[in-house]
């Protein structure tokens, strides 16, 4: 094996791995820890992708296995249906490394909805993608057994304050370092707060994905910019990190300038544009 091989090998590991990290904070065979019960969802992605898809969710969980586009986004939109508020197919998207899927359906949704995209979505669009990596991150606070379901809620503050504070009680706690452990869990909870803010927005993003995959996935006549993002997303000179850090500043300076441009429009324009 080659160190191209290599490296590609360790991305695919990498990708499973933090897949099936998240999947695990939030689903259980037989949970009684406020998780998901496994054949809850299992039954929740089948009515969206037509078949039978409990033994990949069993691989997908074993973390030897990752989804396609389809069902990864059925992953995600069938956790918020369960009950996990911040969950969504575009977070999963991302989260098992299809990049190219997850840049293309924000460009789906910008490029070809049947209304131009507004300040309002473009702000949320931002926010989405600067805390997505956040997201997934996973920290010793999860392992706690009275602490595990907590993952699959949007908590508040207290809420916060008290699950860290249970943590730092256990022996485990002493020998770590708890201002990293507080900053990272603190990371976490913010960015579920955001995504748990966009339900209302996430059903133009399922038309979008429908648009995309329907479209066998390609945006013709992309300007420039754009098509520098989906170079970057499919770059093979790149490993997964670098592509994940390179797409994402893309994306948050084009929503810069996209806010930035309407704050200065004209009021005739605006007026025209939204009529």
């Known amino acids: 094996m080659d160190q191209d091989e290599e490296r590609s090998e360790a991305d695919a590991q990498r990708r ?3 897949f099936s990290a998240m999947l695990n904070r939030l689903v259980a065979v037989t949970p009684t820890d406020g998780r998901i019960e496994r054949n809850e969802l299992d039954a929740y992605i089948s009515l969206r992708t037509g078949r039978n898809s409990s033994t990949r969710l069993r691989e997908y969980l074993a973390g030897t296995g990752r989804p396609r586009a389809k069902t ?5 939109e069938s956790l918020r249906q369960c009950g996990v508020t911040w969950a969504s197919g575009l977070a999963v998207l991302f989260s098992v490394g299809l990049l190219k899927d997850f840049v293309g359906v924000i460009l789906s949704f910008l490029l070809t909805s049947e209304e131009p995209p507004t300040a309002e979505n473009a702000s949320m669009l931002r926010a989405l993608v600067h805390s997505v990596d ?10 706690h057994p009275d602490l595990i379901g907590l993952h699959c809620r949007i908590l508040d503050v207290g809420e916060m304050d008290s ?3 249970l943590f730092f009680r256990t022996a485990v706690a002493s020998e770590l370092d708890q201002d990293s452990i507080a900053h990272l869990f603190a990371f976490r909870e913010r960015a579920k ?3 748990g803010r966009s339900e209302a927005f996430l059903p133009a993003l399922d038309l979008a994905f429908k648009r995309w995959i329907a479209g066998s996935r390609e ?3 992309l300007p420039q910019d754009w098509r520098a993002l989906l170079v970057v997303a499919t770059s093979s000179d790149l490993v997964d990190f670098d ?3 390179g797409v994402r500043p893309l994306l948050e300076q084009w929503f810069d300038d996209f806010i930035e441009a309407a704050k200065v429009k004209p009021p005739s324009a605006q007026a025209s544009s939204e009529g």
Not at 72 to 76: E, L, M, N, Q, R
Request: glycine fraction near 4%; proline fraction near 0%.
């Open 16 to 18: 499973q791995a933090r």
């Open 72 to 76: 990864a986004w059925a992953i995600g």
């Open 134 to 143: 956040e997201l997934l991150i996973k920290t010793d606070v999860d392992l």
């Open 163 to 165: 699950a860290l504070r």
């Open 193 to 195: 707060i955001c995504w």
């Open 219 to 221: 945006l013709y006549d």
């Open 243 to 245: 592509r994940e850090h």
